[in-house]
Structure formats: C-alpha cells, structure tokens
C-alpha cells in the first residue's frame, strides 16, 4: 500500500485526515500529541483515539493549539483481576508486573475502534498508532489505509534489539554483566543485563511479556513504516541500519518532537510555584539537578531512601518529582523531615511536574534520570547534561546512548556494578557531585550544549 503525495498547502492539506492512537501510558502518548500538534499546525485533520480516564489528559494537553483536534473516546476494560476497575493508563498500574497483561488487554477495544473507524466523516489518509496496538494493522487494511507505528524508541535502542536477535550473541556463555562486542557496530559492546530476560533467557520465553512483544514487533513489521522520536544526525548509523532491510517498513525521523512545543513556557494552568523556587536559584547563581524518574517506574522504598539520602549527601541543589504512589510510600511525615533537613537546597515536588518546562529553566544543569527515551530527548533539546539510571524496559540501551555514544552524561552506578542494581546513598551522591562540580560532568555538559546548538 502506497500514501498519497501530500500537497502541504493549507488548502491541499485540508483533505488530509490522520487518526493517533497512542497507547495509553504517558510515554507514549505525549509524543504522538506533540506530533497532533505538528499535524495540526499544517491544516491537517487529526483524530486521536483514547479511552474516558485519558481523554482529559490529552484535551488538556492540546488545548493551546490553534486549530482542535478530534478526540475519539472509545470504552476500555481490561480483563486482569489484579488490576483494579477503572485503570486505564499504564502509570497508574499498581506494579509494572502488570504491564503486558495490561497492554494485552487493548485487543478488547478493537471491535468499538473498527465500528468507530467506518462512520468518521472524513476518511482517514493514514493512521498512526502504537505498537503495543499491534491489531490495529487489521483495523487500518479493513479501511485500506496505511498503518505507520511508533514504539517511542531510540532508533539505537530498535537496531541493538535486532542485531542481538539476528546474531544470536546473547545466547552465548558471558554471565549477565560482562561485555559482549556487537558485530553490527564494532566500536560498541553491550552486556545480557541491558536487555530484557527473554532477549537470552529460554525460561523468560515463556511469559506473556515475550508472547506479547513478538506479537507487537512482529505485526509492526508488516506494518507500512516507522515514525521515530528522533533525528537523523543525532543516530545516523542506528537509522540507517534500522532501514537496512530491504524488504521491512521504512522508518522516518519526525523528532525531536518535544520541539513542537515552546521548552521554556508550558502554556497550560498557572505558572508552578517550584518555577520561582527555580528562578530564585538563578538569581543566586546557583546550578540545579533536576531528579525524576518518568511517569511508571516502580522505586521500592528502600531505594527512595537511599535516593534522598544521597541527595543530603551530595551538598547539590535540586528539584526532586515524586510521584504519588512514591508519596505515599515514604509517607508524608518523613518527606517533611526530608524537606527540613536540606531547607532551601532542595525542593521536593509531588505529583506531575511540568518536566519540559524545568529542564528549559536557565539554572537546570543536571538531570538525574531512569533514562525513558522521551526523558532523553528532552535532556539534548534543553542542552542538559544527565546522570544515567535506567531501571526497566529499553533504558538501559538509552544509558549506553547517553553516555557512551552522545556523551552527554555520566553513569549511576549501582552498589555491585550490575546494570539494574541498587543504588547505595554514596552511589547517588557520587553521580551527582560528578554531574555537577566534576571533570566529566563538565565535559558531558559542554557536549549536552554543542547538541543543542548543532
Ligand atoms: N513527565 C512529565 N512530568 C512528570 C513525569 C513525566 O512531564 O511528572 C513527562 C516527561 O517529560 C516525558 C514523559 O512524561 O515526556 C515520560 O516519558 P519517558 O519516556 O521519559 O519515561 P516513561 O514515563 O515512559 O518511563
């Protein structure tokens, strides 16, 4: 199936209808409403597919664009007993255990979204959908339209997973942690601990996760192409290898999409008290790190701990996001305590934090993160230098991206050197008095500003 040629004039483009359907976790869905943003932005007729505990995240999200977007509300259910009723989002999950047998669950919403896709006035041009939305491919050739997938991954993070699975060299005898060299791309080495269990695991093949994934990937794969939450100089060889094969989707860089909105301004709600928190730091001529962690990581309390024990430790000024649920695990009383102790150094912020936003403030110069690929992008756009700590899915490989190929940050490293290790008090504090005062957070920030000024 071929797209038409798109006549980008205002009036050519009027014709043009496109559906997103993000899925729905917050990772996924705020790039494909920056990309509704750029469509928009171009005449273009966007409908985005969600479920009614979704719908007022992305209404808000796009209400400052100038021309609306079509919002579809389509009913979810899933049918996993652990989950409770009414959960619609990944990052509202008790556990991320959860997450696959949540994302198998979309499939309910396929006979509603068929039903819904025949009676849209204007027929779609193409759609774009998630790739954990893997029967929507069947939705798209039913309506003869093209269906393009995005993963929200680095084109870095696709190629390392095809190239482990075309060259088999995870299955070989190196325990978890040590260094395997990548015949892909011989100035690169990664180790089995950057990969999922089931990438060189037979028991972990098992699960519904490797069921789930190789159904997603694999349908993805039939699919009419890629969009990519990057850009082309940023990962050049990684790009052109995932559009090395002849026959497979092409993939096309649309990033970096945060760009579609101003970094500085968010536009929505009143202006966050944490900002002016931020602003009096610059006044003071005194350098933040920003610690957050995305929307889903699963943090035990034992790490929150340590986490904020090594931020005392660390003598540095920062901005802490702690999500609700992380909250309420440390409880409020000892997050007061918290805040006591380190007084005007630090500031704890619960809840959502306008993240873009922060990272575009003037004092911001460190970022330490779980490394999520939007959290990535965010990083290079705002020119911020970043201490790598990847905790599930591909963050890992964006660590190894970070600090290995855009040097732009420095590792966390956990207390028995393993990948997805804990992390002691000395480690945190040590990471970001690297980041911040030392030579090789120095030479990652200079590298951090060149990418953005490039
Ligand atoms: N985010 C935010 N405020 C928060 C938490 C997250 O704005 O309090 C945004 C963040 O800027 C990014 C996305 O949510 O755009 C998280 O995506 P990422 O890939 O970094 O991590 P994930 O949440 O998928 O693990």
């Not at 798109?6 to 009027?14: H, K, Q, T």
């Not at 929307?295 to 920062?318: K, P, R």
């Not at 992380?326 to 918290?338: H, N």
């Not at 190929?405 to 040590?430: H, I, N, P, Q």
Request: charged share 20%.
């Amino acid at each position: 199936m071929k797209m038409e040629q798109v006549d980008s004039s205002p009036a050519g483009n009027r014709h043009h209808h496109v559906l997103l359907f993000p899925f729905m976790s917050k990772g996924h869905t705020i790039p494909l409403l920056h990309l509704a943003r750029l469509l928009l932005r171009r005449h273009i007729t966007v409908t985005v597919v969600t479920t009614p505990a979704n719908r007022p995240f992305i209404s808000q999200s796009l209400s400052s664009t100038a021309s609306a977007a079509n919002i579809l509300t389509l009913p979810f259910s899933h049918n996993v007993p652990q989950i409770p009723a009414g959960t619609e989002s990944s990052d509202a999950l008790p556990s991320m255990s959860l997450f696959y047998p949540f994302a198998s669950s979309t499939v309910l919403m396929q006979p509603a979204f068929d039903a819904a896709i025949e009676t849209l006035n204007l027929r779609p041009t193409f759609m774009v959908s998630d790739g954990f939305l893997w029967w929507t491919l069947e939705s798209a050739n039913r309506i003869r339209i093209p269906r393009l997938v995005s993963f929200g991954m680095s084109a870095h993070a696709m190629s390392l997973g095809r190239a482990v699975g075309e060259t088999g060299i995870l299955w070989g005898p190196e325990s978890p942690e040590e260094l395997i060299a990548m015949p892909q791309f011989p100035w690169m080495k990664v180790s089995k601990s950057d990969f999922e269990p089931f990438f060189y695991d037979r028991e972990a093949q098992q699960g519904v996760d490797f069921e789930f994934v190789m159904l997603a990937f694999g349908v993805a794969a039939q699919s009419h192409g890629f969009v990519l939450n990057t850009f082309y100089e940023l990962e050049k060889a990684f790009v052109d290898y995932v559009n090395s094969s002849k026959n497979g989707p092409t993939s096309w860089c649309v990033g970096p999409l945060c760009l579609a909105e101003p970094m500085e301004e968010d536009v929505s709600g009143p202006r966050p008290e944490y900002m002016d928190w931020l602003d009096r730091k610059y006044v003071e001529g005194k350098s933040v790190l920003f610690v957050a962690f995305g929307s889903q990581a699963d943090i035990s309390l034992e790490q929150l701990n340590e986490i904020a024990t090594g931020l005392e430790d660390s003598g540095a000024n920062f901005l802490w996001v702690l999500r609700e649920k992380e909250a309420g695990l440390l409880g409020q009383e000892e997050v007061t305590r918290f805040e006591e102790r380190v007084e005007e150094r630090g500031k704890v912020v619960k809840g959502w934090a306008r993240q873009r936003e922060i990272l575009g403030h003037k004092s911001v110069k460190g970022f330490m993160s779980h490394c999520g690929w939007n959290s990535v992008m965010e990083s290079v756009c705002a020119g911020v230098a970043v201490a790598a700590w990847p905790m599930s899915a591909e963050q890992p490989m964006n660590a190894r991206m970070v600090v290995e190929e855009m040097k732009v940050g420095v590792r966390v490293e956990t207390c028995d050197g393993s990948v997805r290790g804990f992390v002691k008090r000395d480690g945190v504090a040590k990471a970001v008095k690297e980041l911040m005062e030392g030579e090789r957070g120095r030479k990652a920030a200079e590298r951090a500003a060149e990418k953005l000024a490039s």
